[in-house]
C-alpha cells in the first residue's frame, strides 16, 4: 500500500467520529508519514493507530509532571525531559514506535538508524490514561515496553482520579516491581527521587468538562 492523501484524509476523516483508529500498514509506510501526520500516531503489530485530541486535563497533567521531574532533575546534567512528540523505538520484528507523554533520557540521546526524531533508550516512560487508550496501553504497549533494556521506570497516571501505577525495574531478569499510589500524600518514586501525589495531581479537577 502506497501512502497517498486519500490515504491520509481517510485516517483524518475517521478520528473525527474516534477517538483511535487503527489501520493496517508497514512499518515504512507508517515511517513515511509519521513526520508530517496532523494527529498523534503510533505502530504496532502491523498496525497504525492515530488517536484524537487529548483533554484539557491530559495535558495539564503531563505539564505537571514535566513540571516535577524538571525540578527535581534541574542539576543533572545527564537526564533530559521530552514532551509527547518525542517517538521511541522498540526494536523488534515489524517494531512498535510509540509517542508516550513524557519521556526521560539519560546519558544521552540514542536515535534509530536514518532518524533524528525517534529514541532508542528512554530511561522512564508516562502515559496519561485516557478512556479510549487504556487497553491499548495496557495490554500491548506495556508488554512491549517492558522488553527495553534501558528503560527503568514506567508510570500511567489516570485523568479521571488520583491514582497512580508504577512499574519499576528490578535486579531479577524480566521482574518489575508494581505499586499503587492513589493518597494525596503518597510519594511517588521517580528514579531515586519523590514527588507527593497532590503535586502530581496539583489544580487538576475531577469531573469537570474536558474529561
Request: proline share 5%; aromatic share 10%.
Amino acid at each position: 500500500m502506497v501512502i497517498t492523501e486519500n490515504f491520509l484524509e481517510n485516517i483524518i476523516q475517521q478520528l473525527e467520529g474516534k477517538a483511535l483508529v487503527r489501520v493496517p500498514a508497514s512499518e515504512a509506510e507508517y515511517l513515511s508519514m509519521a513526520d508530517h501526520f496532523p494527529h498523534k500516531i503510533e505502530y504496532h503489530a502491523s498496525e497504525i493507530i492515530a488517536m484524537g485530541l487529548s483533554t484539557p486535563w491530559h495535558e495539564a497533567l503531563v505539564s505537571n509532571l514535566i513540571w516535577l521531574l524538571q525540578n527535581i532533575f534541574v542539576n543533572d546534567n545527564e537526564i533530559l525531559i521530552l514532551s509527547s512528540n518525542t517517538g521511541i523505538h522498540v526494536p523488534r520484528f515489524e517494531g512498535g514506535y510509540y509517542m508516550p507523554d513524557v519521556v526521560v533520557v539519560k546519558g544521552g540521546l540514542k536515535f534509530k538508524d536514518g532518524s533524528n526524531c525517534i529514541i532508542t533508550n528512554p530511561y522512564l516512560i508516562v502515559e496519561v490514561l485516557s478512556p479510549t487508550t487504556t487497553v491499548y496501553d495496557f495490554a500491548e504497549k506495556l508488554v512491549e515496553y517492558k522488553k527495553m533494556p534501558g528503560l527503568e521506570q514506567i508510570l500511567f497516571v489516570s485523568q479521571h482520579e488520583m491514582s497512580v501505577m508504577s512499574f519499576i525495574r528490578t535486579d531479577q531478569p524480566n521482574t518489575w516491581l508494581n505499586q499503587d499510589f492513589g493518597g494525596p500524600d503518597d510519594l511517588l518514586p521517580l528514579l531515586g527521587a519523590e514527588a507527593s501525589l497532590k503535586d502530581v495531581y496539583r489544580k487538576i479537577q475531577f469531573g469537570k468538562a474536558g474529561q
